[in-house]
């Protein structure tokens, strides 16, 4: 792409690079223009003409050359002529890009040249940190204790980067209890990446390893040592309980081998004194249940009995009440939660209360209680309350219902569950919901901001309203805001006009990658989102900024693309024209 007014491209007259020899395709894997060192390269492969191989270890050799010796290397290695000595040679090529290439072919001849794993081994001193990084993962397929060794050197060194983590966790699943006993004997509490280490490595265990493996760790994690204060305690604890929720995504049945922690994970909850292991405890508890009676009946009466007690934390009567959500479909104690939904009581324990309430209620009662008590609600409690509306058709036609009858605002929906209603799979209730929350005249606001591109923005400016309406789902050349939609930086070559129409209309384009997905769940959940990433057995779902969910296969029952922005239309009613206007000349810079 060039300007209309520029010169026609002479780089290409008169190139003819298929009748070139051998030798002179050689000295074209240096060239500076990529296009004639990938085709080069290309040719030399496809001839796969043995008598160019002289030239390609001379270019090897090139010191002045680095692009040439790194083709030159792979083109070797196509035409299966790379011995180990030119490998070895190129671990130590001064340039960091040629080692991490060089690692890359020493783990494919690992097998046949084992003598490779000495030169390997002695690089974990690297100074650059993609060498280390590459190394890290190739050391994986070296399954020895000097492996191990070397392996830890770089984590330890590098665990600050979460993909450093991942990559010493790829190794063989045999040695993760060993790395994590390595990892709790240099743990540091303030330094946070230890914890997510710990947590990993306990996931693969509560994912992969046997029953029996599990509660040893489950019972060291709950064990409370006043003395030594094991911070290690409560990651490990929440990585079990994402091992095993990943592993009844696979198969519900596999959780009734944890059975026999109920009790323990009970009395941790009630008698434990630090607040993350009790809170640990009961995520592993929702997840594997209380089928005990005995233990559930006992469990939920020490329960209310600690909620009711004023005496008590706030943060101790709060998580009684979040306990109480695993009597799920229950009606006994629906007058007590509903007593704690008083503005005298403080925030958390109604916040706390309110959602055990919606977790608990199995029919449509509770969403009518909710719209009773809408006008006493606070904007948070408002905010959770609106969770309990999508659980079932019904209950969305009562929200929409209210928000028809001006009960409910439509701005207190936020952008999520406004996609998701105006996505509904039900025909009538999607209608409905476009015509309620997309109304707006398009046409007049569009003419109302033409206006906007004849108006001087200020930079300045324009980032503070970013940072108050478009930060919390976009970054600008990945820094100054939430990693959720498309990057913002990439547009500040668009014309105004251009930006301002997909602002103002955000289902005009909808960029790949970022199209909101609906998910039915078997059980008749349904969830939204973008699709992260997918793998053979489960699609991993970003319901909104900072959120994961992992979904097995199995357990998905339909799976379509809903065709709109994640991105809510509205900001017009949000920020005026001179807003607007600085918005686009904080987009538009080039910085």
């Known amino acids: 792409i060039s300007p209309t007014t520029a010169p026609a491209a002479e780089w290409m ?5 298929g009748d070139e020899t051998s030798d002179q395709l050689v000295e074209k894997l240096s060239s500076p223009n990529i296009w004639w060192r990938i085709n080069a390269q290309r040719l030399l492969v496809d001839r796969a003409d043995k008598l160019s191989v002289p030239s390609l270890i001379k270019m090897v050799e090139n010191m002045d050359a680095p692009m040439g010796r790194l083709h030159a290397l792979w083109t070797l290695e196509a035409l299966n002529q790379l011995d180990t000595d030119i490998i070895i040679k190129s671990l130590q090529d001064p340039v960091p890009g ?20 000495k030169e390997l081994l002695s690089m974990t ?5 993609k060498v280390r990084y590459q190394l890290l993962l190739t050391l994986g397929f070296i399954n020895t204790p000097q492996s191990a060794q070397a392996r830890n050197e770089i984590l330890f060194k590098d665990m600050n980067d979460k993909w450093v983590q991942i990559a010493a966790i790829s190794a063989s699943s045999s040695e993760t209890a060993e790395l994590l006993k390595v990892v709790i004997s240099k743990y540091k509490a303030d330094v946070p990446a230890f914890a997510s280490l710990v947590k990993r490595l306990t996931t693969m265990v509560g994912m992969s390893e046997s029953p029996e493996t599990i509660h040893k760790l489950i019972q060291t994690a709950v064990t409370h040592d006043p003395q030594q204060g094991k911070l290690w305690q409560a990651p490990m604890l929440e990585g079990i309980a994402m091992g095993i929720e990943g592993r009844k995504s696979k198969s519900a049945k596999s959780i009734n081998k944890f059975k026999n922690e109920q009790a323990l994970l009970v009395n941790t909850f009630f008698d434990n004194p630090l607040s993350d292991i009790r809170k640990a405890s009961l995520q592993i508890l ?3 249940g209380i089928d005990n009676k005995d233990i559930a009946k006992k469990a939920i009466e020490k329960a209310v009995l600690i909620a009711k007690d004023e005496k008590l934390p706030v943060e101790k009567r709060a998580e009684a009440l979040n306990f109480m959500s695993l009597q799920s479909g229950t009606q006994e104690h629906m007058g007590l939660l509903k007593s704690f939904l008083t503005p005298e009581e403080q925030f958390p324990i109604q916040l706390a209360a309110l959602r055990t309430l919606i977790t608990t209620s199995s029919d449509n009662s509770i969403c009518h209680y909710l719209l009773e008590q809408w006008p006493t609600l606070t904007p948070g409690l408002r905010d959770a309350s609106l969770n309990a509306f999508f659980a079932n058709p019904e209950r969305v036609a009562l929200l929409l219902d209210a928000i028809e009858s001006g009960k409910v605002e439509p701005t207190s929906l936020g952008w999520q569950r406004t996609s998701q209603l105006m996505s509904n799979s039900d025909e009538k209730l999607r209608n409905k919901a476009r015509f309620l929350l997309a109304r707006d005249d398009e046409d007049q606001v569009s003419k109302d901001y033409q206006k906007v591109l004849q108006m001087k923005g200020d930079e300045i400016k324009g980032m503070t309203v970013y940072m108050q309406h478009c930060s919390m789902c976009h970054q600008v050349r990945g820094k100054i805001g939430v990693e959720y939609g498309p990057d913002l930086g990439t547009v500040h070559n668009w014309l105004s006009k251009n930006i301002m129409a997909n602002v103002l209309n955000p289902n005009l384009s909808i960029a790949g990658g970022f199209d909101l997905w609906a998910v039915e769940l078997k059980n008749g959940e349904a969830i939204q989102g973008l699709i992260a990433s997918e793998t053979s057995d489960a699609i991993t779902l970003r319901p909104g900024p900072g959120e994961k969910k992992l979904i097995s296969r199995q357990d998905i029952k339909s799976l379509r693309s809903v065709n709109i922005s994640a991105m809510p239309s509205g900001l017009a009613k949000e920020i005026n024209q001179q807003q607007m206007a600085d918005l686009l000349a904080y987009l538009r810079q080039n910085k």
């Open 286 to 288: 929702k997840i594997i």
């Open 98 to 117: 040629i080692r991490e290439n060089a690692i890359k072919l020493a783990e494919i001849h690992l097998p046949q040249s084992p003598t490779l794993s």
């Open 125 to 129: 001193k690297d100074p650059d940190a």
């Open 13 to 17: 007259k008169g190139l003819k690079l």
